[in-house]
Structures are given as C-alpha cells and as structure tokens.
C-alpha cells in the first residue's frame, strides 16, 4: 500500500506567499502612521462626535470636534460653509477643540478647521430636514400625531413637529 505525502506539493509556497501578503498588509497599513510620526508631522482633525455619519445629521446643529497638536490649535480658525465660527469652540481637558455648530442649513455643508497656510481639515455634513425624513423616504399620510399621548408637547401640524427638549 503506498503511503501519502506528509506535505502537499506546494504547501510551503502558498503558505510562504500568505505571510509575505500579511507582511506587505501590515506595512502599508502602518507606513502613514509611521511616516508621519517620524517626520513630526503635525496634522488636524474634524469630527461629528454626537453622531459618527456626518451625512445623516437632522436639526440645523451639530457638535464638531477639532483635534490636533495643542500649537496648532491654539491659532485655529474653523469654519462653517466661509463663515467664521471659531468662538464658538473651547478647549478640552484632551486638548481638543469642541464646539456647536449652529444655523446648518439643510443640504451638504462643509466644516472646515485651518491652522496656518498648511495645515486644514475638513468634515462634509448633510443637514437633513429635523422633521425627517434623514434615510427612510416620505412620511406617510395621513400621518397620526400623538406627541401628546406620550408626554411630549403639541405639536404643530402638518409635519408633527414636538418642540425639541434635552435634559
């Protein structure tokens, strides 16, 4: 009886090729990070922290989040579609800038943080209707508005809009 092949034929290359990927995989995923540290590289960031899809947004505000080393955010001007919105922003124990951006506009809105002549961010907000519809589609009609049934205020008609209440 003829006795099997402990290894397949070609087992080492393919397992040899596997790591050389996963290797190659590694190193590219690292390599920004990397470089950038090493050049010292300063860099800004801007955020929706209260909601992670900057597309889905709904009201006509939203808190934004500025990140970056604390010289360069010291000389921060941050932006709402060209209009100036950086005294609204205050620094965070973490360093960070954190601020409310307000009067959005429905449709897409651009945030931007600038600190110098090159060092900017920027995050793209779609500012949906507060009354919706954010991804679904059309409310139906006739729609039932019972704000009242479950605690909350009248609300005015024909979208069932309830006055916003946080505690």
Known sequence: MPQA????????????????V???ATLTLSAPHAS???RGA???????PANPHPQL???NETLIKVAGRTA????????????????????QPDGSLLGLATALRPGTGIVTATAGR??????R???HSINGPVFSGPQQEPYYCETTAFGLAAAARPTCSAPTVTS
């Open 57 to 59: 947004i709904s009201g």
């Open 36 to 38: 950038a540290a090493a």
């Open 72 to 91: 360069d955010l010291r000389r921060a001007r941050i932006t709402e579609n060209g209009r100036d919105i950086t005294s609204a922003f205050a620094r």
């Open 5 to 20: 092949p402990r290894h397949r034929p070609g087992a080492r290359t393919t397992a040899a090729l596997l790591a050389a």
């Open 118 to 123: 090159r060092l900017s961010a920027s995050v």
């Open 22 to 24: 996963a290797a190659a």
């Open 125 to 127: 907000i779609k500012d």
């Open 42 to 48: 300063a860099a800004l960031s801007v955020t929706t």
